[in-house]
């Protein structure tokens, strides 16, 4: 490495602590003015737990659409717009913004990591994981969710609710920022016998689409009225009269608070606190709730159906010379100014830049996603992305730094895996993680596909497109898998129970389904089966995995439970007000979200 190689680095170092100190002072003060400028009022007609993609839709829809009071409980604090920028989401993991969670050591899966646990971040910060993730946006198989609700509602429905939810809760837009990856990459796909998808769901390639407005990120927690959210309140558990839920039980830093909800709790903390909520509460499997003595309200498999999709191959695609961010781009100061000036360049990156929907069996309908993002592990020398990703030193040694070329990675999804796992709490104390066990990869089939995907994108690198821009796969012998001829299938199931990754789209834990089965925690009406006046809304609800990111199937299925539950069933569809709070002078001068 050279000198001023060593240079940006050390640069950028300084800067990831000058990020980190950030969020403290954010962080610490959110919880001050908590604490002591926040006067509680404590009965309202709806509690909404948790700020996250769901809870901010329901909530903006109830405050917009209603007279019904509410509130809003969320365990994380308020954000910055600073921290809003796109390219440092990174940032936000392992931070006080993050849950902080991990799998429970994977038998088949995440060896590569520490204690062989994959990491899985939560945001817990207003807006929820919409503040932490890669903003992408896909609609997915409108044909999978009408089957959700066993065919109550009719695709147009569901379509309708999607033109309604991207239009005044996602802001849509499209790269602001693009590589000198994206046309080779799409000139491939073209190659590769794939089409370019322009806004249809389908197999082929299409640049990303992204929850942006001027180039920032936009969550839908955005324009929520921030006073009826209160922040730093850690919702512990469901107060309950005979079976019907009457209230929250909650805390402030050590205050404890009652809180009253006369028409209903709506429970939106996503998949994993979700199921913590309802266990600690007498909701779950009776095993569980009798081993730790809770008393039982209903028993429901609350916490089984743990889903998620499933990839890997990170750095797997090298190059010659750089067709990526770099650490460079990160601290150039121009690269500011064209953000904050005009919402371009390259702090406006997602960090994926094209999504590829492929099949390994030659179908018509995709089992394998491609996302290809313009950075790799690598490409920060350690200072930040080994460590959110829990990257054993041994691995990080011998192969993620041994890498003397440009890394880029196209991640190979499973779009429908088998596997399924679950989450259970194994405590009382509401302020413990609950054990999480995915048992990523435990279905052969899963790892079937995934070693499919893997050889799919070396013929993708073979095209004469990649080739021309310098594309080689990375022939460094992944630690663990020596004894394996490089890119045999041997040697691909050896790599991928290794370098196993999550694309942090958890489902299924309070899976929707008839009530009369055994796999349901919710009915079609977002009910939890078996109680009175409790709601589950959120990516927990959502019993099988959507063909693409999940956002935007949580997003629709929050705005269709307003719709179906709260309004008055009369009126469809009339304009939302657009409503904009604004909060924060300054960030509304730099963002300009509500003046414009
Ligand atoms: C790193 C990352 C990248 C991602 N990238 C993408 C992407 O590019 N595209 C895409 O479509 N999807 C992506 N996702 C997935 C998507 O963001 C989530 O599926 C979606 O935000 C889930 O919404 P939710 O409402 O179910 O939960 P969340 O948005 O997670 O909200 C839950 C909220 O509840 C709060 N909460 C939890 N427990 C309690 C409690 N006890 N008391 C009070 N509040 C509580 C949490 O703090 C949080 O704010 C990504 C996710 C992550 C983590
Ligand atoms: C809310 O209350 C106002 C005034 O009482 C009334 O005009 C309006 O129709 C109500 N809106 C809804 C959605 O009930
Ligand atoms: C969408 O799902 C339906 C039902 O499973 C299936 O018939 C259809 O082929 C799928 N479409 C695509 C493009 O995958
Ligand atoms: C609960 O699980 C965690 C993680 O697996 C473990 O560290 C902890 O000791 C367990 N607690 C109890 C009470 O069993
Ligand atoms: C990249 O490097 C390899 C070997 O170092 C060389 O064979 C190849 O021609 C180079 N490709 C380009 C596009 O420079």
Partial sequence: MNFSYCVQFFI??????????????????????????????????????????????????????????????EAGSKGHGLLDIPVLSPFLHKSVYDWNYETSPQENACWGMVDHKCRLPQGKIVGGSSKLNNMV????????????????????????????????????????????????????????????????????FTKSLLSQRNGKRWSTSDNLDMSKVFSNFLVEEILFIGNTAVGVKCSLSNQKIQMYAKKGVILSAGTLNTPKILQLSGIGPA?????????????????????????????????????SISALDMINPINAIKYFIYGT??????????????????????????MVLPVGLSSDRGSLLKNILGIKNNV????????????????????????????YINSTDPRLPPVIDPKYLSSTVDRRTLIDGLKLIKEFVNTESMKKIGATLNDIKFPGCEDHVLFTDEYFNCYIKHLTLSTYHPIGTCSMGPPTSKNSVVDTSFNVIGVNRLHVVDASVLPTMPSGNINAAVAMMASLFFETNLKSQQRMFTDVLNY????????EYVFRICLK
């Fill in 12 to 73: 950028f170092s300084v800067c990831v602590h000058i990020v980190t100190l950030f969020t403290y002072i954010i962080y610490y003060s959110d919880i001050f003015a908590s604490i002591y400028l926040k006067t509680v009022e404590t009965e309202y007609d709806y509690i909404i737990v948790g700020s996250g993609t769901a809870g901010s839709i329901i909530a903006h829809r109830i405050a917009t659409e209603t007279n019904y009071t509410y509130i809003v409980l």
């Fill in 137 to 204: 946006h896909v609609r997915g198989n409108i044909s999978h969710y009408a089957d959700w609700f066993h065919r109550k509602y009719s695709n147009d429905y569901i379509k309708k609710q999607f033109e309604f939810v991207e239009k005044h809760f996602l802001h849509l837009d499209d790269l602001q920022y693009e590589s000198k990856l994206v046309d080779s990459v799409l000139s491939a796909a073209t190659e590769f016998g794939y089409k370019i998808l322009e806004s249809e769901f389908d197999l082929g």
């Fill in 287 to 323: 095993h569980i709730l009798k081993s730790l003595g809770i008393p039982i309200v209903k028993d429901l498999p609350v916490g089984k159906n743990l889903q998620d999709h499933v990839t890997t191959g990170l750095d797997l695609v090298l190059f010659n010379k750089t067709v």
């Fill in 345 to 370: 360049g390259s702090f406006t990156s997602p960090g994926c830049e094209i999504l590829g929907f492929l099949s390994t069996k030659k179908l018509a309908t995709p089992n394998i996603q491609f």
């Fill in 396 to 423: 990080w040694n011998n192969y993620f730094n041994r890498i003397n070329k440009y890394a880029t990675t196209i991640l190979p999804i499973v779009l429908h895996p088998k596997s399924k796992g679950t989450v």
């Fill in 580 to 587: 904009c709070y604004v909060y924060d002078w300054f960030i």
